[in-house]
């Protein structure tokens, strides 16, 4: 099993959730009270969140993703590149 991890801020959690369905993953959140998972074959992903504050910035802060994949190699390594593509996109 490998894995690998990621911080992510500013994307929508129901963003995240769209694009691990685009890369394969089941159907299937499960959410917990600070984040949730989603599985696919050969791998898994699961993240907690929490509000970023930005210093100078009085809208609240942005919501901060901290995202632990694992899986075997030869899934996650084709997964997280392609989930890290989606990701920086920004949903545009």
């Given at each position: 099993m490998s894995e690998r991890s990621v911080g992510l801020r500013g994307l929508p959690e129901w963003l995240i959730r769209?694009?691990?369905?685009?890369?394969?993953a089941g159907e299937e959140f499960t959410p917990s009270d600070d984040g949730g998972s989603m599985a696919g074959p050969e791998?898994?992903?699961?993240?907690?969140?929490?509000?970023?504050?930005?210093?100078g910035w009085f809208g609240g802060g942005l919501t901060e993703f901290a995202m632990?994949?694992?899986?075997t190699e030869e899934a996650l390594g084709p997964l997280f590149d392609a989930f890290m593509a989606k990701a920086q996109r920004g949903g545009g």
């Open positions: 769209k694009y691990l369905a685009e890369l394969g791998w898994s992903v699961a993240w907690t969140r929490r509000k970023a504050e930005l210093p632990s994949f694992k899986g």
